[in-house]
């Protein structure tokens, strides 16, 4: 018996070592990458507001809806885009959602007719970019990470803000100094050129290359799984993670906050915050950068937030954040002047720290609620986002059409975030879920 023993200690095959850099973090890298390049275009319409309406003689209200058309798609396409990730992997769906946006952008150039623009800029980018919208996040995060999950939420999340940072003075000087036109070319080129590092360098699943999720339990006599079988239905299993998690409380308080989450956000502020700056005779070069300051905030906040999930209860961070959101958008009609001043510069750092702080802990309690159909039914939830930024989006259009002025879009805005404060603060705490699929309610 001792022989035996030590034969085995012979054969035994040593552990292997683990690469210095976890392949998870390319992945990561990839996906923020990905995210960047789709915010390209979800920059724009800010800027080319004014420059269709002097060109076109489009009202704001025209050319709000094909902005409305192109964030509804970005949600309503994210459920589906979960299960299609699941199904076909990431790789395949975020290349061609790549690929759609180049071509919707591309395509604006030879518009002449309103219909066309709601055909390129809200169709075509709006199923592209919801393609790979935040549920891509959730779907990487829930694949590649055990530990940290929290902060690469963050993280790629701010992506859309690197995106919108990188691209907007850029895009604004473009479109003041050449025209809309190279603006537009410029957001299609970039977004093709991510496709061949997202082709070649993201890899669906861990198991994929012979890994565990970053921060997995190991044990040394067990190597990692086959790749898991992706499931088929897509669009079915879509519909049922929605159908049962609609049955939950959770559920609808989490599409209820993140509605208003996305009125406040970018269909509010990333819609309209330029041409309601110019309103008040600020150059729109000035307006943008201006926000652009906004998304280098949001990076360091939304990053700070997915800290701060991995830590402290996520019901209680969204109270505070929506809160805050409200009061500084209450305030935001007293502040818009036709040059920057100190108060304004803390309107922007303190909304930028609040832009998308929402992200990581909503995503934190989609998982705790639905465990393993997380990521999809965050899909659903971000739906409920885009839907209420939609409306806002439209709504204030017509707004300034009525009043001419966004003063009232503002007010309402912050009212609304006060009541998404009380919203989040009444989901109820539930730990046990992790890593089970959706359940119906007990």
């Known amino acids: 018996m001792p022989q035996d023993r030590r034969v085995t200690q012979t054969v035994s095959a040593p552990p292997r070592r683990s690469p210095r850099i976890h392949r998870a973090w390319w992945v990561a890298l990839v996906a923020f990458l990905a995210l960047v390049g789709a915010a390209g275009f979800r920059a724009t319409p800010s800027v080319m507001i004014d420059p269709f309406r002097d060109e076109f003689g489009w009202s704001h209200g025209t050319i709000s809806f094909a902005i409305s058309v192109n964030i509804m798609l970005y949600g309503l396409t994210s459920p589906f885009a979960a299960a299609l990730m699941e199904r076909f992997g990431m790789r395949r769906v975020v290349a061609g959602a790549l690929t759609l946006v180049a071509v919707g952008s591309g395509l604006t150039v030879f518009m002449t007719a309103s219909w066309q623009l709601v055909?390129?800029?809200?169709?075509?980018?709006?199923?592209?970019?919801?393609?790979?919208?935040l549920a891509f996040v959730a779907t990487v995060t829930d694949r590649w990470f055990v530990a940290r999950r929290g902060l690469v939420s963050g993280i790629l999340t701010a992506g859309t803000a690197t995106g919108q940072l990188v691209f907007l003075p850029l895009l604004a000087v473009l479109v003041e100094d050449r025209g809309w036109r190279p603006a537009s070319l410029l957001v299609a080129g970039v977004a093709l050129a991510v496709v061949p590092l997202v082709w070649f360098l993201l890899r669906d699943r861990p198991e994929d290359v012979g890994l565990r999720a970053y921060g997995a339990p190991t044990a040394p006599d067990v190597e990692a799984g086959p790749p898991a079988v992706a499931p088929t239905g897509a669009a079915?299993?879509?519909?049922?993670?929605?159908?049962t998690a609609a049955r939950t409380k959770a559920f609808w308080l989490l599409a209820g906050t993140f509605a208003i989450c996305g009125a406040s956000t970018n269909g509010l502020v990333g819609t309209h915050f330029v041409p309601a700056a110019h309103d008040h005779g600020m150059p729109v070069t000035t307006a943008a950068g201006l926000l652009a300051v906004i998304g280098v905030f949001d990076l360091i906040g939304t990053v700070a937030s997915g800290w701060l999930t991995d830590r402290f209860d996520p019901r209680l961070l969204l109270g505070v954040y929506y809160a805050l959101r409200g009061v500084s958008l209450m305030v935001l009609p007293l502040l818009l002047a036709d040059t920057v001043h100190p108060p304004m510069l803390f309107f922007i750092v303190f909304y930028g720290l609040d832009w998308v702080a929402t992200v990581p802990p909503?995503?934190?309690?989609?998982?705790?609620?639905?465990?393993?159909?997380?990521?999809?039914?965050?899909?659903?939830?971000l739906a409920s986002h885009q839907i209420g930024a939609a409306l806002i989006a439209f709504g204030a259009g017509l707004t300034r059409d009525a009043y001419g002025s966004y003063d009232m879009a503002w007010i309402g805005a912050g009212a609304l975030c006060a009541m998404a404060a009380a919203m989040s603060l009444a989901i109820r705490r539930r730990t046990s879920v992790v890593g089970r699929a959706v359940h119906p309610p007990g």
Request: aromatic share 10%; hydrophobic share 50%.
């Open 119 to 133: 055909l390129c800029w809200g169709l075509l980018v709006g199923l592209g970019t919801g393609s790979m919208a």
């Open 236 to 243: 079915r299993r879509a519909i049922t993670a929605l159908t």
């Open 362 to 381: 909503t995503i934190a309690l989609c998982r705790e609620h639905f465990g393993a159909s997380g990521p999809i039914v965050f899909g659903w939830v």
